[in-house]
């Protein structure tokens, strides 16, 4: 800035000088082109016009003369410019203000072109929130859109797994009342059969109990043992391998317990419990040793059997 007002006075200067010497120019050229008057001849009357040649002639050449011509006024000289208090010429202070206009020129310019930069900046940063704002608010509807897509996927599967479940339930709960029914079916007809066998046993007492059995059905048998009953088996198409085994108790109760049993095709017994249904003892004890003799048992192994076979073991308790 200071740099450019050096150049402004510089100009002013140079400009007032070239002014100066134009004035001066003009003022020599004005007066060198001015040209002197010219002088006026004398008339002399020598008495041509008939008067004497005396003294009264010479009167009349004096009056005759013509009077000197008035000088030429001057050339009224430009006025210089006028001084101002700092010392200045009017032509400097003309190009100062010409030099501040356009300094002012300039910088409203500059201001303007900032001012509209400024207002472009906050307009695109302005457009960028909105966009910005505008990604977000979509990518939260996506969100929430995949996410109810998710859950109603779940539920549906949910729903899906639950029907299975529900099925199977259903088909194992049908199953398990055929079985039982053949169970049941199998229990009275191995009451109306027979079978023979023998057993022997040590103990105090005799009694008669389960047999060694044959045939495809289920019967009872008579042997001696600790404590008195008698043990039937209900398996249908298979048949007991050696003796049936026998709870051993002291246990002075009478009354039957139903031990349901599960055999496998090799004729294993995996499981046993105790059946509320055609149980009359209540006895923990003679509950357990039923079923730890039950689970004693073993039925003839038949690769066509199934995989899994359900059929039950009845023993009879007497007093001694």
Known sequence: MEREEKNYKREGIIGTIVVHLLLIAVLFLTVMSTTPPEEEALILDYGASGGSSGSAGGATAVAQQTAPPAPAPEPTPAPAPAARADGQSMTTQDFEEAAALKEAKRKAEADAKAKAEKLAKEKAAEDAAKRKAA??????????????????????EAARQKAAAEEAARKKAAEEAAKKAAAQSAISKGFSGSGTGSASGTGNGSGSGQGNLTGTGSGTGSGTGIGNGIGTFSLAGRSLVGNLPVPKSNVQEAGKVVVEIVVNKYGKVTAASVTPKGTTVQNQTLWNQAVAAAKQAKFNSDASAAAVQTGTITYTFKLQ
């Open 135 to 156: 990604e977000e608010a979509a990518a939260r509807q996506k969100a929430a859109a995949e996410e109810a897509a998710r859950q109603k996927a779940a539920a549906e």
